[in-house]
């Protein structure tokens, strides 16, 4: 089975900036659109972005305002987050996750693989 593994998280100050990645172990990656989701201690996990299996297609939560941008490259069975101008509302933990037979949406249940999930924390 694909495993996912996210890194980049960090503590960063407000306005500022980190590239999130996601590889997976298998090349099958490649078939799968992927998303972004975070969730912040006490809420529910929330949907920031996704990209469908070419790159081609990409689809943003409403908060996102231009400032993060996802991209994969299935040479190297990674897909990345690249968030900008940061806010300390942006704080939580991020996950990817593959969407095995769909092509990237906001709806939860559609994606079957999950990585564990890497703490971004954005200081005031």
């Known amino acids: 089975q694909v495993q996912l593994v996210e890194s980049g998280g960090g503590l960063v100050q407000a306005g500022g900036s980190l590239r999130l990645s996601c590889e997976a172990s298998e090349d099958t990656f490649s078939n799968y659109a992927m998303g972004w989701f975070r969730q912040a201690p006490g809420t529910d996990r929330e949907f920031v972005g996704a990209?469908?299996?070419?790159?081609?297609?990409?689809y943003y939560g409403n908060f996102v305002n231009d400032r993060f941008t996802i991209s994969r490259d299935n040479a190297k069975n990674t897909v990345y987050l690249q968030m900008n101008d940061l806010k300390p509302e942006d704080t939580a933990v991020y996950y990817c996750?593959?969407?095995?037979?769909?092509?990237?949406?906001?709806?939860?249940?559609?994606?079957?693989?999950w990585g564990q999930g890497t703490q971004v924390t954005v200081s005031s």
């Open positions: 996750a593959a969407d095995l037979g769909g092509v990237g949406s906001s709806y939860l249940p559609a994606y079957e693989l």
């Open positions: 990209i469908g299996w070419t790159g081609g297609y990409t």
